[in-house]
């Protein structure tokens, strides 16, 4: 039976509008919100909707915000680039060179493993491996490596980035040995009749068939990054303020209008990045 | 140098995969510029022979020679070998011009640019995409991607090239264009093809020789009329689904099957006794009575128009189906009662036995 075009137009409207309900509700308003709180005017006591761009002067013209906002695209620059180098090998093998699908699906949930106890337990035990007196110390002493105990290694921004790394490198390995997995050996083998090497076959083909992973890899790894607090401040000593953690501390203040401020901030942001990731491939095309 | 008669020779090349025997003891030798089809049944040893060949897999015992050159332990680029996949494996991410220049653009020593952009010009010609070399391999059709694949592969001028049922991805009306244009390229460039297929009419119409093989080993390997007319054992015999094959022993000038002694005049050497005889040499007859000559009897089941000819579908005792095939050329067809008993004849001299 041939079905109406206003029925079947009417039946769309009526499938998207749990999803249009939703979003409105949780994503477009709260942000609508934030961005009006941030004109709001903040006194010691309270916060007035008398609109004043006195939150936004106030952070353009501290030094310490910019600080913080230099070492938020800095730290997430940084794991951005360890959690592609650790984790795209680790895909490369996973995702490739294991033949069987049972093993690499069992390795893949073997990345996983971490996630079965809770973020914070994951964060904090980074304290006794790198603390002065941690793991990582005693062994390297142990066996002579270093004569004193390396501080650096806690309370630093070092710790803050082995920590997030380590945290967020499945989120990087996930995607890429999933596109890896699809790729059909025959097209490998193809290249390899043709007389490419090994490195050749990587670069113009395995890497390019590979890239939507890397992509949607490296969008899950920034959001997450650029929004972070708590890996920050249990592992720099509140040394390393991130955007997160001034939101934390100004809302735990009650000065709501600052950090709206920062949440516009941080959601520009992470817009600009993952616009700029999707401009590298068209994720629709490609999955 | 002197050149070898032939382009490559297999000497007792075997290869196991735990018990399974995928090839056992292959001795082949193939000559230049020659269309050679390889004929087999899905999973007996066709792809594995072909890989085994191309250098993907590694034999367990014997040797590979190529151009006269041992090439047993070289790896498949250094063969000098061509190879088509089954789904053509194109590049998805690259344009048909980089797919097809690839081997030039990304062998040891890369070729320029120029030269690069003028070989994928000509060898575009002569496969016939022009005016698609800017079209991602996404956009173009079956038959395209597979002038792509071969092209890909010849632009690397090897002498052998080796196609793993280059038309099995295609469509009926393309396979058959396809197949008059991969002769026709082959002739052209001189070339040997080593042709992969699982059905007996690609077989014999594309093949100079035709290889049969039977789980990993050579039943037989020669011209299409010779593996046609004279099947060198039953299995060959059934393979190219034009004969209707009986069991049975053979016993003096008759052999004896379960549905009754069928008189033959000459044997083929073999080491399954078997009776064949080819579906357009039986006659039907509504005459149910044994008379003269070989015979079964036999209920009609089904016809099926084939346009030159009509296939009828007999059962015998058993279930054994038999077919008959009636030219239409040597009049109208039949029409015959299913359910009703039919006799069905040929003559002695047309059957095959082994034995």
Known sequence: MAVPAKTSSSTAWLLIAPGVLWMTLFLVIPIAMIVYVSFWTQTTFKIEPTLTLASWQQFFGSDTYLTSLWTTVRIWLIVLAATLV???????????????????????????????????????????????????????????????????????????????????????????????????????????????GFWRIFRKIIFPLSLPGVVVGAIFVSVMVLGEFATASALSGRKVNLLGNIIVTQVGSLKWALASVVGVILTIIMGIVVSLFLRVVDLRREL | MTAAAHIFRLDSVSKRYGETVALDNINLSVDRNEYVSLLGPSGFGKTVLLRTIAGFEAPDEGRIEVNGVDVSSLPAHKRGIGFVFQNFALFPHLTVADNIGFGLANRDVPAGKDEIATRVNDIIKLVGLEGLAARGVGQISGGQKQRVALARTLITEPKLILLDEPLGALDANLRGRMRNELRAIRERLGVTFLHVTGSETEALAMGDRIIVLDHGHIAQFDIPDTVYSAPATPNVAKFLNRYNVFDGSVSGTSFKTEYGDLAFTQKTKSDRPAYAVRYDRVAVDADESAGKGPSVPASFVASEYLGSSIMYFFEAMGGKVIEVEHHLSNGAPKTFDTEKSYRLRWKPEDAIVFG
């Not at chain 1, 025959?186 to 009749?193: F, G, L, P, Q, Y």
Request: proline residues 5%; hydrophobic residues 55%.
């Open chain 1, 86 to 196: 650790i984790g795209y090998p680790t895909a490369l093998y996973v995702g490739l060179f294991v033949k069987s699908k049972t093993l690499s699906t069992i390795l893949l949930v073997v990345c996983v493993i971490p996630f079965w106890t809770s973020f914070l337990i994951r964060v904090l035990a980074w304290r006794p491996m790198l603390g002065k007196e941690g793991a990582i110390n005693i062994v390297l002493q142990y066996f002579g490596i270093v004569d004193h105990p390396i501080e650096a290694l806690l309370f630093t921004e070092l710790s803050v980035i082995i920590g997030m790394t380590q945290i967020y490198c499945v989120f990087m390995v996930g995607p890429i040995a999933f596109m890896l997995g699809r790729i059909d050996p025959n097209i490998i083998e193809a290249s390899r009749d043709l007389g490419a």
